[in-house]
């Protein structure tokens, strides 16, 4: 096991967070050492907005066994495949593009979410054509130093959210997949990728804010003419109003500014996570 003292925007899509204490497991004892002081988990940090200060908790990351896995040898025929035990560390671009090789249907409505198969789990990761909770076929948790093999049905997966207990840590995962021609797979996944034309490409945490219902936050926004607002080095993004995009050196304060600034003028409701405190 690693423990270092690392900055956390080293370890989030928006590049931004404070000095933290950062414990890399790779196997069960890594688990319950690392689980015997207050801590977070961390996945592939891309809901995440962390306070300069960084976090006082142990960070935990996903190593060795726990970060490694395939889907796993294709038979060929129509019914499901199950593939083996998945390192929740795992990165689901990797997945979905192992998926599309191996000629595997299940992932596509994953493509271009930059999560952790365990960060995807805890916020049922999904886009308007599917989320995870539709393919998972079994997923093992660690939870007060013992290991749960558990049903999908078992934690209360909802829309971008899920109801496993504070401080569980999803550690591996099954899924179960359709064997198809890569072409279909391929048709499915250039439409998802259609869908997400316009997200921007740079660093950020994907969207800011909920969208209140039967509206967009995006285009809320947009309407309000905060495209381009900036704050230090952050700033709201041209191409898509509910991002807010790290321009170089941006601070957890400089994002801050401008989440508040919205949340007054708007009145939207944050989507990301917060770690630590914010000014
Ligand atoms: C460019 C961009 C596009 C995005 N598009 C989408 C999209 O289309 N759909 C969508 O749903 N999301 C999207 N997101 C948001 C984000 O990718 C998801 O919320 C994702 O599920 C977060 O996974 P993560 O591994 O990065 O988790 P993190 O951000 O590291 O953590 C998020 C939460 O999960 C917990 N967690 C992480 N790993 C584990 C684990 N192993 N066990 C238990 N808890 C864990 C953390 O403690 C934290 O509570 C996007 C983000 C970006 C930057």
């Known amino acids: ?20 204490e950062i414990w890399t497991v790779e196997s069960p004892e890594d688990l319950e050492r690392a689980t015997s002081a207050p801590y977070r988990v961390l996945g592939n940090g ?13 960070v935990i990351r996903l190593g060795g066994v726990y970060a490694r896995g395939s889907l796993g040898r294709v038979r060929d025929g129509n019914e499901a495949h199950l593939t083996p035990w998945i390192g929740a560390g795992v990165l689901l671009p990797a997945l979905v593009q192992e998926a599309l090789q191996a000629g595997l249907s299940g992932l596509e409505p994953l493509l271009g979410i930059p999560a952790s198969v365990g960060g995807a789990v805890r916020m049922n990761a999904g886009t308007r ?4 909770a539709d393919v998972l076929e079994a997923v093992e948790v660690f939870h007060a130093g013992l290991f ?19 401080g569980a840590i ?9 064997p198809a021609s890569k ?8 439409r998802v990728d259609a869908a997400r034309k316009g997200q921007p490409k740079r660093k950020s945490a994907g969207c800011a804010f909920k969208n209140p219902p039967g509206d967009a936050a995006g285009r809320l926004i947009d309407e309000a003419g905060f495209k381009g607002l900036r704050a230090g080095s952050a700033m709201i993004s041209h191409e898509h109003g ?15 500014k401008l989440v508040k600034h919205v949340q007054e003028e708007l009145n939207l409701e944050l989507e990301w996570e917060i770690w630590g405190e914010l000014p």
């Open 148 to 166: 749960h093999v558990l049903d999908p049905a078992e934690l209360g997966l909802e829309y971008r959210t899920s109801h496993l207990p504070p």
């Open 46 to 58: 891309s809901n995440l907005l962390v306070s300069d200060r960084g976090v006082p908790e142990r």
């Open 170 to 178: 999803v550690t591996r995962v099954r899924f179960r997949l359709i």
């Open 183 to 190: 072409k279909d797979v391929a048709t499915l996944m250039s």
């Open 242 to 256: 509910n991002f807010i995009i790290n321009t170089g050196g941006a601070s957890a304060k400089d994002v801050w």
């Open 1 to 20: 096991m690693k423990v270092e003292r690392r900055n956390l925007a080293e370890f989030t899509t928006l590049a931004v967070g404070g000095p933290s």
């Open 129 to 132: 054509y599917g989320e995870i």
